[in-house]
Nanobody, 124 residues
């Protein structure tokens, strides 16, 4: 059983910063891509940023230059540093990870796991 636990959300004024963290726990053999997504009421969940196991990153155009994704492979943790926040960044942020887990390494498979979500609210 794999769990992703997010932290770091909250309320911030426009122009401020927040740092989100997401730690994976459980019987983990390895992790491929990790990422952050966000969702607002009535809209589909959208990609914010992803990072590969080799630390190659991708970003949504709307956050380029403001957000930075990083990971600590030793801690099975992914971070999202969010600077110059705007009211339109308000959303529930979810972390995602493609994790190889199972009872035995030989039969373990990669599966996508999601965190429970953390609210980020940016006031104008």
């Amino acid at each position: 059983q794999v769990q992703l636990e997010e932290s770091g959300g909250g309320l911030v004024q426009a122009g401020g910063s927040l740092r989100l963290s997401c730690a994976a726990s459980g019987r983990i053999f390895s992790i491929n891509d990790m990422g952050w997504y966000r969702q607002t009421p009535g809209k589909q969940r959208e990609l914010v940023a992803t990072i590969t196991s080799g630390s190659t990153t991708t970003y949504a155009d709307s956050v380029k230059g403001r957000f930075t994704i990083s990971r600590d492979n030793a801690k099975n943790t992914v971070y999202l540093q969010m600077n110059s926040l705007k009211p339109e960044d308000t959303a529930v942020y979810y972390c995602n990870a493609n994790i190889k887990s199972g009872r035995y390494y030989s039969t373990a498979t990669y599966r996508d796991s999601w965190g429970q979500g953390t609210q980020v609210t940016v006031s104008s």
